[in-house]
Antibody
Framework: QVQLQESGPGLVKPSQTLSLTCTVSGGPIGSDNYYWNWIRQPPGKGLEWIGHIFYSGTTSYNPSLRSRLTISVDTSKNQFFLKLRSVTAADTALYYC???????????WGQGTQVIVSS | DIVMTQSPDSLAVSLGERATINCKTSQSVLHSSHNKNYLAWYQQKPGQPPKVLIFWASTRESGVPDRFTGSGSGTDFTLTISSLQPEDVAVYFCQQHYSTPLTFGGGTKVEI
């Protein structure tokens, strides 16, 4: 069974870059059957889809974040990555990575990693 | 973007009673080529990530109890819990997987 684990700094200063890694185990990230997603959830609020990547490197981003966002993948390490530039307090959230089939469901999730943007 | 409007924000239901959650999409999520509604329901318990309950608007994910039922088509959808159990206390979200950006309803908190 696939497992996903988010990792990265829990505290980022305003205007800096938030960088997260999702490590996948129990299955290859280099599969043409899945998208690899990032989703976030601000404290006490709902879910926001950030974007996804296919193993080939093809991406789809939420337009609300596109200008600051890069999602990438390293199939040799079975990892994919999130970089969000110029962060503000509004980017404070629990960040999840998730795997989903090509119909864009979100079936397998990591436990999430809390990121706080504060000086 | 497809806007998801979910109601109510919260719901208190007695054990064994029915809970009904509504979700409205700003445009149809019915894919005409194979007649499927790209609408899913998720359950999120405290400290856990969301878990898929229902997809294609009415197909239960493997292992989901049959007291959970999804219905609706086009732009109007409903999740019904027929007989609320203690373990059903959670926040429920609808999500459209018709097009990117994927979007979610605001969530409904179900309490006893």
């Amino acid at each position: 069974q696939v497992q996903l684990q988010e990792s990265g700094p829990g505290l980022v200063k305003p205007s800096q870059t938030l960088s997260l890694t999702c490590t996948v185990s129990g299955g290859p990230i280099g599969s043409d059957n899945y998208y690899w997603n990032w989703i976030r959830q601000p404290p006490g609020k709902g879910l926001e889809w950030i974007g996804h990547i296919f193993y080939s490197g093809t991406t789809s981003y939420n337009p609300s974040l596109r200008s600051r966002l890069t999602i990438s993948v390293d199939t040799s390490k079975n990892q994919f990555f999130l970089k969000l530039r110029s962060v503000t307090a509004a980017d404070t959230a629990l960040y999840y990575c998730a795997r989903g089939p090509l119909n864009r469901l979100l079936l397998s999730w990591g436990q999430g990693t809390q990121v706080i943007v504060s000086s | 973007d497809i806007v998801m409007t979910q109601s109510p924000d919260s719901l208190a239901v007695s054990l064994g009673e029915r809970a009904t959650i509504n979700c409205k999409t700003s445009q149809s999520v019915l894919h005409s080529s194979h007649n499927k509604n790209y609408l899913a329901w998720y359950q999120q318990k405290p400290g856990q990530p969301p878990k898929v309950l229902i997809f294609w608007a009415s197909t239960r994910e493997s292992g989901v109890p049959d007291r959970f039922t999804g219905s609706g088509s086009g732009t109007d959808f409903t999740l019904t819990i027929s007989s609320l159990q203690p373990e059903d206390v959670a926040v429920y979200f609808c999500q459209q997987h018709y097009s990117t950006p994927l979007t979610f309803g605001g969530g409904t908190k179900v309490e006893i």
